[in-house]
């Protein structure tokens, strides 16, 4: 059967059942449809509940799922004529961030975003989705180069973070992502993000500065992983799944909080489950925010996209001991 987590492990055992009534129904030539109809009908039942009641640490684990598509799988599915591009013009390419022009239903826009690998291989090619600094540089290239052409830039996040070896220091990887994020705060061209897996600090903030961003349901947005999060708090990093739950690092978490502009519902299971559908879902997104934005003029943009970021959180002032002082309380 296939791969299942543990959450999903009553589905299993019952599909298991309905298989062996089918496979029992052919070799003894027994009658057991009426069962299996029972059966098929509680599974869709239960189907609903569990996936309706997932948490914080399932829906993690489906962001980490082995087969959960990539960015390249998406590029595929809604966009045409995408024509790659390789290289910072500064040290070399980076293979973790793709990048490219191509058309959006006839509309021409850029596309970057990490990219993990497929298997073991492909995965060491793409160092896991982590970028270099070079990854960073050569989606600021890109990025300008759309300012210039007047093409919206659409990126699609999935790291885990940024490779925090000692070459990427080397090459000036904060430097890189700070770059990023000044470049990308004052471009003067729509900018829609969206979250399909692991949005793992800086790493994922470095293409994320945005105009508009949206999470897919099982996709998470966090400053540390529930597992480095539970080894600095509570010095166990087996405590992750308490950690999950403490960090609000879901979509439908950063939702409310007011962080992101939408969810984007997953097929039942996940997105690995119906890489077209779920395709299909990110595109209606993509659509809705390019006919909002691409109105506004350049100025309407750096505005809005400013006020975004400083509306995040609240602050307060509150008197302390004396008082003649005032203490600033952030959230």
Same mark, same amino acid.
């Given at each position: 059967?296939?791969?299942?987590?543990?959450? $999903?492990?009553?589905?299993? &055992?019952?599909? /298991?059942?309905?298989?062996?009534?089918?496979?029992?129904?052919?070799?003894?030539?027994?009658?057991?449809?009426?069962?299996?109809?029972? +059966? $098929?009908? *509680?599974?869709? #039942?239960? &189907?609903?509940?569990?996936?309706?009641?997932?948490?914080?640490?399932?829906?993690?684990?489906?962001?980490?799922?082995?087969?959960?598509?990539?960015?390249?799988?998406?590029?595929? &599915?809604?966009? =045409?004529?995408?024509?790659?591009? !390789?290289?910072?013009?500064?040290?070399?390419?980076?293979?973790?961030?793709?990048?490219?022009?191509?058309?959006?239903?006839?509309?021409?826009?850029?596309?970057?975003? !990490?990219?993990?690998?497929?298997?073991?291989?492909?995965?060491?090619?793409?160092?896991?989705?982590?970028?270099?600094? $070079?990854?960073?540089?050569?989606?600021?290239?890109?990025?300008?180069? #759309?300012?210039?052409? *007047?093409?919206?830039?659409?990126?699609?996040?999935?790291?885990?973070?940024?490779?925090?070896?000692?070459?990427?220091?080397?090459?000036?990887?904060? %430097?890189?992502?700070?770059?990023?994020?000044?470049?990308?705060?004052?471009? =003067?061209?729509?900018?829609?993000?969206?979250?399909?897996?692991?949005?793992?600090?800086?790493?994922?903030?470095?293409?994320?500065?945005?105009? !508009?961003?949206?999470?897919?349901?099982?996709? =998470?947005?966090?400053?540390? /992983?529930?597992?480095?999060?539970?080894?600095?708090?509570?010095?166990?990093?087996?405590?992750?799944?308490?950690?999950?739950?403490?960090?609000?690092?879901?979509?439908?978490? +950063?939702?409310?909080?007011?962080?992101? $502009?939408?969810?984007?519902?997953?097929? %039942?299971?996940?997105? !690995?489950?119906?890489?077209?559908?779920?395709?299909?879902?990110?595109?209606?997104?993509?659509?809705?925010?390019? &006919?909002?934005?691409?109105?506004?003029?350049? %100025?309407?943009?750096?505005?809005?996209?400013?006020?975004?970021?400083?509306?995040?959180?609240?602050?307060?002032?509150?008197?302390?001991?004396?008082?003649?002082?005032?203490?600033?309380?952030? /959230?």
């Amino acid at each position: 059967m296939d791969f299942f987590f543990d959450f $999903e492990r009553p589905l299993m &055992e019952l599909k /298991s059942k309905i298989v062996d009534l089918k496979e029992l129904m052919q070799v003894k030539n027994i009658d057991v449809s009426k069962e299996i109809k029972t +059966l $098929e009908q *509680k599974l869709v #039942a239960f &189907e609903k509940d569990i996936y309706n009641k997932m948490t914080p640490w399932d829906r993690i684990q489906v962001s980490r799922h082995f087969n959960r598509p990539t960015t390249l799988d998406y590029i595929n &599915e809604i966009f =045409t004529d995408f024509y790659e591009m !390789h290289g910072d013009r500064t040290y070399g390419d980076d293979p973790a961030i793709v990048g490219g022009i191509g058309r959006f239903e006839n509309y021409p826009v850029t596309i970057i975003g !990490h990219q993990r690998g497929k298997d073991t291989k492909d995965n060491i090619y793409r160092n896991f989705g982590m970028p270099h600094p $070079e990854g960073y540089r050569k989606a600021i290239r890109l990025m300008k180069q #759309a300012e210039k052409f *007047k093409r919206p830039i659409i990126t699609f996040i999935d790291t885990k973070g940024a490779y925090p070896g000692r070459e990427a220091e080397e090459r000036g990887q904060s %430097q890189a992502i700070a770059n990023s994020l000044f470049e990308m705060s004052a471009l =003067t061209v729509p900018i829609i993000s969206i979250v399909i897996g692991e949005g793992g600090s800086g790493g994922a903030l470095g293409i994320g500065l945005c105009d !508009h961003l949206y999470m897919l349901e099982n996709s =998470t947005y966090s400053v540390i /992983s529930p597992e480095g999060a539970a080894a600095l708090l509570w010095k166990d990093s087996t405590k992750a799944k308490r950690a999950a739950e403490s960090l609000k690092i879901t979509a439908y978490d +950063l939702e409310k909080l007011g962080l992101i $502009e939408g969810v984007i519902k997953e097929v %039942q299971g996940g997105a !690995h489950k119906d890489l077209k559908k779920q395709s299909l879902e990110i595109k209606n997104s993509i659509k809705l925010s390019i &006919e909002e934005l691409k109105n506004s003029n350049e %100025q309407d943009l750096i505005k809005n996209r400013y006020f975004k970021y400083k509306s995040i959180g609240y602050y307060s002032f509150r008197k302390d001991v004396k008082k003649s002082s005032k203490v600033l309380v952030m /959230s």
